[in-house]
């Protein structure tokens, strides 16, 4: 066996290297422990991911479903009356309703358009617009006469 020496003038140590053939069982043991705790980590990373998609794709049916709707009451297609929630047509996982109110400036209604999941998720999605829309039974002339 080799004595270790000192070489004063650099501060170091040396020693005879053993060479080694394998690794440790600790070695074993703690980089399948690593690996093991990376596995939990990296599939939990994918459940937030997953739950994340889930919410924007449900936000932006939502947001599409309820800028439609707003759209079908601003062209004619679907009365300006108050509705609650009615199915939405092609998409069974929706409902919509409508509330439509006075406003305080002459000849506009108030209406507000409001899409919500039907199914009972655990946070189920809601979103709404609001916008004034000229009232159709609205004639200027009548407040010309007063």
């Known amino acids: 066996m080799k004595i270790p020496t000192t070489n004063f003038s650099k501060g170091l140590v040396t020693r005879e290297k053993k060479h080694r053939q394998g690794l440790s069982l600790l070695e074993v043991v703690l980089a399948i422990a690593i690996l093991g705790m990376s596995m939990v980590a990296i599939v939990q990373l994918l459940n937030i991911g997953y739950r994340s998609a889930m919410s ?32 939405v047509a092609g998409n069974p996982n929706w409902v919509y309703s409508v509330d439509v109110q006075p406003s305080s ?23 709404s ?18």
């Open 129 to 146: 617009i609001v916008r004034f829309m000229p009232d159709p039974d609205y004639d200027p002339t009548e407040d010309a006469a007063e």
């Open 105 to 127: 400036q002459l000849g506009l209604l108030v209406v507000t358009v409001t899409v919500k999941q039907a199914t009972n998720s655990l946070a189920p999605v809601s979103m």
């Open 56 to 87: 924007s794709r449900a936000r932006t049916d939502a947001a599409l479903l309820c800028d439609s709707k707003m759209a079908e009451l601003a062209a004619g297609v679907l009365s300006l009356e108050s509705s609650n929630a009615s199915a």
